[in-house]
């Protein structure tokens, strides 16, 4: 079974670092496409970064290039969102992902496993 389990979020003011975890079991995150993407409450499912399997090649979307990195630690088999210079804009729940593809896709709909998500608060 399958399961993403992430954690990390919190509340944290402008300006601030935080660092997101997903510790994946039943599968291997070095052979799958991972993602980290955010929602808004009534919004869908924003992609936010990518890590590609087999070269470790990352993608970001616009709004967060510069500030976020998305890194993998295969021994630990999980994925890390460094998130730096917050803003209050990027207030809302973060999810993990996960798909057999070779390459992350920007939609939700590319992703086989998710997470269920942690709270990031950005607020003075």
């Known amino acids: 079974q399958v399961r993403l389990v992430e954690s990390g979020g919190g509340l944290v003011q ?3 670092s935080l660092r997101l975890s997903c510790v994946a079991s039943g599968l291997t995150v070095s052979t799958y496409a991972m993602g980290w993407f955010r929602q808004a409450p009534g919004n869908g499912h924003e992609f936010v970064a990518g890590i590609r399997w ?3 090649i990352t993608y970001y979307t616009d709004s967060v290039k ?3 990195t998305i890194s993998r630690d295969n021994a630990k088999n999980s994925v890390y969102l460094q998130m730096s210079s917050l803003k209050s804009e990027d207030t809302t729940v973060y999810y993990c992902a996960a798909d057999r593809s070779i390459e992350p896709s920007r939609l939700p709909s590319g992703y086989e496993y ?3 998500g942690t709270q990031v608060t950005v607020s003075s």
Do not use: A, L, Y
């Open 14 to 16: 402008p300006g601030d």
């Open 54 to 56: 087999t070269t470790g």
């Open 66 to 68: 510069g500030r976020f």
């Open 114 to 116: 998710w997470g269920r």
